[in-house]
T-cell receptor, first 111, second 112 residues
Framework: SQTIHQWPATLVQPVGSPLSLECTVE??????LYWYRQAAGRGLQLLFY??????ISSEVPQNLSASRPQDRQFILSSKKLLLSDSGFYLC??????????FGAGSRLTVL | GENVEQHPSTLSVQEGDSAVIKCTYS??????FPWYKQELGKGPQLIID?????GEKKDQRIAVTLNKTAKHFSLHITETQPEDSAVYFC???????????FGTGTRLTVIP
């Protein structure tokens, strides 16, 4: 079965600082991978997805970027964080036929 | 694109009672409808899903019903327990998980 590992679990960063959230997948090869953001009291917003190494699709314009340097690694980054980037970020892998497995999430607070 | 609406946003039930959460969707091409449970500070976990070729699916105390004509689907939890307390999300999808659209969630509280 597929397991998604995310880190760090929590992060407090000043405005204007860089960001790097990491996600690794265990249990499957060449999975589709996804980054979601969850704002308080709201649903899940898809930010990026990747169908393979170096292949990134962005769903919404924003201050963030994603990269997939290895088959089982997916990274969410920013060069300069904004206050509005605060939120709960979730990495997910597609286990097959639209079925998503989520990581435990990374809570980012930008001050 | 797809639009998924979920109701209610909060739900409190007494332990042992049933809980029902309802979702509607807009795209008649959607054919996959999962439900996720998210406990505090954790990622969502898939608890049950249904595809458009069936109208109902059950797994122990959890069931999902789908009405494709009316474009709505529901989650039913019977004999609720305190550990059922969490936020529940519905979703609807056509082809590919990048086309998976989530509802805004229902916070379920089971009162002992």
């Amino acid at each position: 079965s597929q397991t998604i590992h995310q880190w760090p679990a929590t992060l407090v960063q000043p405005v204007g600082s860089p960001l790097s959230l990491e996600c690794t997948v265990e249990g499957t090869s060449n999975p589709n991978l996804y980054w979601y953001r969850q704002a308080a009291g709201r649903g899940l917003q898809l930010l990026f997805y990747s169908v393979g190494i170096g292949q990134i699709s962005s769903e919404v314009p924003q201050n963030l970027s994603a990269s997939r340097p290895q088959d089982r690694q997916f990274i969410l980054s920013s060069k300069k964080l904004l206050l509005s980037d605060s939120g709960f970020y979730l990495c997910a892998g597609e286990a097959g036929a639209n079925v998503l497995t989520f990581g435990a999430g990374s809570r980012l607070t930008v001050l | 694109g797809e639009n998924v609406e979920q109701h209610p946003s909060t739900l409190s039930v007494q332990e042992g009672d049933s809980a029902v959460i309802k979702c509607t969707y807009s795209d008649s091409a959607s054919n996959y409808f999962p439900w996720y449970k998210q406990e505090l500070g954790k990622g969502p976990q898939l608890i049950i899903d249904i595809r458009s070729n069936v109208g109902e699916k059950k797994d122990q105390r959890i069931a999902v019903t789908l009405n494709k004509t009316a474009k709505h689907f529901s989650l039913h939890i019977t004999e609720t327990q305190p550990e059922d307390s969490a936020v529940y999300f519905c979703a609807a999808s056509g082809t590919g998980a990048n086309n998976l659209f989530f509802g805004t969630g229902t916070r379920l509280t089971v009162i002992p």
